[in-house]
C-alpha cells in the first residue's frame, strides 16, 4: 500500500506491504517541485513524479493525508491543489484511496494526537526497522500506509462480523 503526504514543495511516498499484523517497509521518498515554476508547472511535476512511484511500485491501495489548515488562505489553498494531484494519481491508476486526519495518523503511529515529527521517524523505525527515508515527508508517508494498514485491517474485520451476523 502507498501513502501518501501531500506538499506543494515536497510531497512525501511510502510503500509497505501489511500482511496480518506483520508490516514490511518496501521503499519511500519525496517527489519535489520547482519553486521557481507557476504553480500549474509545479503540479505536474509532482503528478508526474507520483505517476513514476505508482507504476514502478504497483500498490494496491493508497492512503493521503487530509490538508492541514493554517492561517496563511493561500498556503492552505496551494497544499489543497497538492492533496488533488495526491488524489488524483492512484485514482486513475485504479486503486482505492483512503484519507486519514493528521490527528488520527499520529494517535495509531504514536499513540498521541499531537506528535512531533521526531517522535513519528521513531516509531516509523520501531515498527519497521529497515525503514529508510530522506525526508521528515516521507516518513510522514509511511506513517499515513501503516495508520492505513491498521484502520484497513480493523474495518475489515469489523465489516466481517456483520456479514457473519
Not at 57 to 62: G, I, M
Not at 64 to 77: I, M, P, R, S
Not at 106 to 133: C, D, N, S, Y
Request: charged letters at 20%.
Amino acid at each position: 500500500m502507498l501513502g501518501i503526504d501531500p506538499g506543494l514543495r515536497r510531497t512525501g511516498w511510502g510503500v509497505i506491504e501489511a500482511v496480518g499484523n506483520r508490516l514490511s517497509f518496501i521503499a519511500s521518498g519525496t517527489v519535489t517541485s520547482n519553486n521557481k515554476l507557476e504553480l500549474a508547472g509545479r503540479l505536474v511535476q509532482l503528478h508526474d513524479g507520483l505517476a513514476r512511484i505508482v507504476q514502478q511500485q504497483l500498490p494496491q491501495e493508497a492512503a493521503v493525508e487530509h490538508t492541514f489548515v493554517n492561517k496563511d488562505a493561500g498556503a492552505t489553498l496551494k497544499l489543497g491543489q497538492a492533496r488533488g494531484i495526491a488524489l488524483l494519481v492512484p485514482a486513475l491508476a485504479g486503486l482505492e484511496v483512503a484519507e486519514y486526519a493528521p490527528n488520527l495518523v499520529k494517535k495509531t503511529v504514536v499513540g498521541t494526537g499531537h506528535a512531533e515529527k521526531e517522535q513519528i521517524r521513531a516509531m516509523v523505525k520501531v515498527l519497521m526497522p529497515r525503514a529508510v527515508f530522506d525526508s521528515d515527508d516521507a516518513a510522514d508517508a509511511l506513517a499515513i500506509a501503516i495508520c492505513h494498514a491498521h484502520h484497513r485491517g480493523s474495518m475489515t474485520s469489523r465489516l466481517s462480523k456483520l456479514g457473519a451476523a
